[in-house]
């Protein structure tokens, strides 16, 4: 892995770049810069952890690091750090290269992203769209967080206001207990989602079944001892 940021035309399997140059467009005259922006998804991020908090749970994560990817706490209390997004698109997404030809890493390859605590997961997506050169739309995609507990796999879908950083803090430096995934949005239902999950699903699937089997069981016995007892009352000799 590269220890400095790559550009578009480098040819790794890591890609990095940074929330200021990536995420936020120059703002038009008369409306808020990047520095004002940063204070309001600043009060927004600190809705979840207080600055004492976040120093220390900042500090437990870069103890935890075994990448050199750690991160780093501003004195305005947003920290920087690194994502790694799984690019799993079912079909070649539409670039600004020749026909058949894809940007490196812009689908199968793990993508290490430098990012912000106030960049959303919209942005995200729309610098991960850009850095590729893909120009479909950002709506057609999604960032999934992908949770490892156990034995089981969960998949859930993240909401665009959500901040991938703060999940990545919460959760820990380990990939395999959260990791992120980016996949089309118009797919078919069981189509965005992985063989371990699937298997997961149908786990539940089995589990549901036979407690609802088991309550129906329950049911119907409590049925028939009534009507035995009716039974029994009117055939009762006098």
């Not at 035309?9 to 004002?36: I, L, M, V, W, Y």
């Not at 078919?188 to 992985?194: K, N, T, Y």
Request: charge should be neutral.
């Amino acid at each position: 892995m590269s220890s400095g940021y790559s550009s578009l035309e480098e040819d790794a399997e890591d890609f990095f770049f940074t929330a200021r140059t990536s995420f936020f467009r120059r703002a038009p005259q008369g409306k808020p810069r990047c520095g004002q922006q940063d204070v309001e998804k600043e009060k927004e991020t600190h809705n979840y952890l207080s600055k004492e908090e976040i120093k220390e749970k900042v500090h437990k994560y870069n103890s935890a690091v075994t990448d050199k990817l750690k991160m780093t706490l501003n004195s305005n209390g947003i920290y920087t750090g690194f994502i790694k997004v799984q690019m799993e698109l079912c079909k070649p997404p539409q670039t600004s290269l020749k026909p058949g030809k894809l940007a490196p890493g812009s689908n199968g390859c793990m993508n290490t992203l430098h990012i912000s605590s106030t960049n959303t997961v919209g942005e995200v997506i729309e610098a991960l769209l850009k850095k590729f050169l893909v120009t479909e739309s950002p709506a057609k995609f999604a960032l999934y967080k992908r949770c490892h507990r156990e034995d089981q796999v969960y998949a859930c879908k993240l909401s665009d206001r959500e901040h991938p950083l703060y999940l990545r803090l919460v959760a820990g430096p380990r990939t395999d207990t959260l990791s992120f995934v980016l996949r089309e949005h118009e797919i078919g239902e069981w189509e965005a989602f992985s063989l371990p999950e699937l298997q997961n699903f149908l786990r539940i699937l089995d589990k549901e079944e036979d407690e609802q089997l088991q309550n129906l069981k329950r049911r119907y016995a409590a049925y028939r001892h009534k009507l035995e007892e009716a039974l029994g009352e009117v055939w009762k000799p006098d």
